[in-house]
Structures are given as structure tokens and as C-alpha cells.
């Protein structure tokens, strides 16, 4: 992850919130994750701390978080994103939508632990982007003009 973020700007993913850098890295950590699956921990896809990932912040996620039950935004911030309003990149709204996306996946895979069903971050990552995928939208998602996802 650090060094396609080192070397491809557009995989260098960072804000700045209140004044502390925030490393997000989602189009890094996404690279990494499916060549992890593409083939299956071995050779080009094996990494030995693959544990480390997080949950690529980007728009479908926090929506389908949000759909859930599991993330919920300000009333304010929420009239914003349900109107199709543009949150800017780097704003502190888009860093706070993103962070507590990667929050949330985390509380999750606590939770699923206790129940049994131990997942790494990008494996519930990907569990939720197919879901996604497969029910239709009933909010729409955050909207933001950026490179990074």
C-alpha cells in the first residue's frame, strides 16, 4: 500500500482534519486486497500483513452502511447527501463520512468476531460492496468529485 501510494499519486490518498493528516489509501488498499484474492495469499498475492487493511472508504459503502442501520449522519449532513448536494473532497464532512466508514466496518468485524465469524476488514469490505451491488439503492450516496474513488 505504501509504496503505490508512493509512487501513483492518484493511489496517495490523504486529507487533512483539523490540522492531522488522515491516510485513507482506498484505491492502494482495494489493489492489494484483490490481488491477496485474485491469487488466493500466494505468490504476487501474498502479503503477510494483509490484517492491516481497513476498509476502502469510498461512496457505496457508507451508503450501504447507512441504508443498514449501522452509520448515520447529522440531520444536516444527511438533507446535504439526500439532496445530491457536492461534498467537497477534503472537507471535513467527506473525511468524517469516509473515517467513520472505516469506523464502522471495524465495530462490525468486532461484533461478527464475538459471533463466531471472525473476517478481515477488506473480506467484510468486499461482503458489503457486493451487497451493494445487489440490492437497489434506496438513498442516494455522497457526492464527490475526486481521483481517489
Not at 33 to 61: K, M, R, S, V
Request: contains cysteine; hydrophobic residues 40%.
Amino acid at each position: 500500500v505504501g509504496t503505490l501510494a508512493a509512487e501513483f499519486p492518484s493511489f496517495d490518498d490523504r486529507a487533512t482534519y483539523e490540522g492531522r493528516e488522515v491516510r485513507f489509501y482506498k484505491r492502494a488498499q482495494l489493489c492489494v486486497a484483490d490481488l491477496h484474492g485474485a491469487f488466493a495469499g500466494e505468490g504476487p498475492g501474498a502479503f503477510d500483513d494483509i490484517d492491516q487493511l481497513t476498509a476502502c472508504a469510498d461512496y457505496e459503502l457508507p451508503r450501504v452502511l447507512r441504508e443498514l442501520g449501522v452509520l448515520e449522519y447529522s440531520p444536516e449532513l444527511a438533507a446535504r447527501v439526500d439532496a445530491g448536494e457536492l461534498i467537497p473532497p477534503g472537507s471535513a464532512e467527506e473525511v468524517e463520512i469516509r473515517a467513520n466508514t472505516v469506523w464502522a466496518v471495524e465495530f462490525l468485524r468486532e461484533e461478527l468476531g464475538r459471533a463466531g465469524n471472525d473476517l478481515m476488514a477488506y473480506e467484510l469490505d468486499w461482503i458489503l460492496w457486493n451487497y451493494s451491488q445487489a440490492h437497489p439503492p434506496g438513498r442516494l450516496f455522497h457526492r464527490t468529485v475526486t481521483i481517489y474513488y
